[in-house]
């Protein structure tokens, strides 16, 4: 049994009419989708992957990385049928997340990433980047071709290379990490990267205690530096992980579930790591903790932001 504490913020952002994000945040599913196509095909693209997260979250029993590409892969195809026959234009999304299975003798997070949304762990006072952007600015970046600060202002920065739907059919990275007591994961999109660095970041994921403030923390920095696009944030903190009998974490014995990890491709991308920084006397002034909410579903916001808070208890294979 794993225990987390969680929260997910989305906001359209001070210049976007319309959000096209959309975040989830449900007991063992958490991630984010950034809708491409323009307003109504973004929107709705985004809504359609949070659909079939929401779906695996619901399975029963422990889930296994094969239910996650077929959850991933039933995304894809409402997406392109859905560009097809009913928007008369291409509607994608970017897939970024962590998802708890039962495919070790520990319990693991699944890390599915396509797109240029990512997902981060905090731990130990190291921000790492579990993903790698699909973007034609990255590609630039492993080429050696522009610098990072040239990047952040790249006139091809909002170009992504491969997403959900969009009429084609990529393949998500996979890697999985373990499931440790006290790391923290951070899934946000675009609109937070482009506007908070990775050293920003790591302050405030070191500087807020919980979820909620550590969330609307960066949601309120992303906004201060211009929030220019739509901004979408879920925190996950790892606050207890059950052990058997004799003290080791409890075993998958299920053949099934592990002849079906060997059927997804898994990938290990490079991490680079952030330590974090004392924050700014001022800075911290400003960003004041918030009450908590309650709610219990994934929402998107529009115009205003949307929350989710939890604490849960997701089950793993025993």
Known sequence: MVEVAAAA????????????????????????????????AGDLASAVVAEEMERLAATAG??????????VTAARTRLNNMALFKLGRQAGATLSGAV?????????????????????????????????????VAELLAAGQITDSQ???????????????????????????????????????DGLTNEVDDAQIA?????FASPQSAAQALLDAAL????????SVVIVDVTSLAQGADGT?????????QADAATVQFRTPAHQTTAAQP????????????????????????????????DTSAETAK
């Not at 009419?17 to 323009?38: C, H, L, Q, W, Y």
């Not at 699944?110 to 130990?124: C, K, M, P």
């Not at 302050?203 to 500087?207: E, I, K, P, V």
């Not at 201060?224 to 901004?231: E, F, K, L, P, V």
Request: proline share 8%.
């Open 9 to 40: 913020l989305t906001h359209r952002g001070r210049v976007r009419p319309v959000n096209e994000d959309s975040v989830i945040a449900k007991t063992r599913v958490f991630a984010v989708a950034d809708g491409m196509g323009g307003h109504r």
């Open 62 to 71: 422990p889930i296994s990385p094969k239910q996650v590409d077929a959850a």
């Open 100 to 136: 708890l299975v039962g495919h070790e003798p520990e319990p693991q997070w699944l890390i599915v990433n396509l797109g240029d949304s990512r997902t981060y762990r905090y731990a130990e006072g190291q921000l790492t980047q579990l993903t790698v952007d699909h973007s034609r």
């Open 151 to 189: 990047a952040r202002y790249h006139p091809e920065r909002h170009v992504v290379t491969k997403a959900l739907g969009a009429g084609a059919e990529f393949t998500p990275d996979y890697s999985l990490i373990p499931v440790t007591v006290g790391d923290r994961l951070l899934i946000c999109s």
């Open 203 to 207: 302050t405030f994921l070191a500087t």
């Open 224 to 231: 201060s530096h211009g929030g220019a696009d739509n901004i």
């Open 249 to 257: 974490p409890e075993e998958d014995t299920d053949p099934h579930r």
């Open 279 to 310: 924050l700014p006397a001022a800075s911290s002034d400003q960003l004041a903790e918030p009450p908590a909410d309650a709610l219990t579903t994934s929402q998107k916001a529009d115009p205003e932001t949307q929350s989710n808070t939890a």
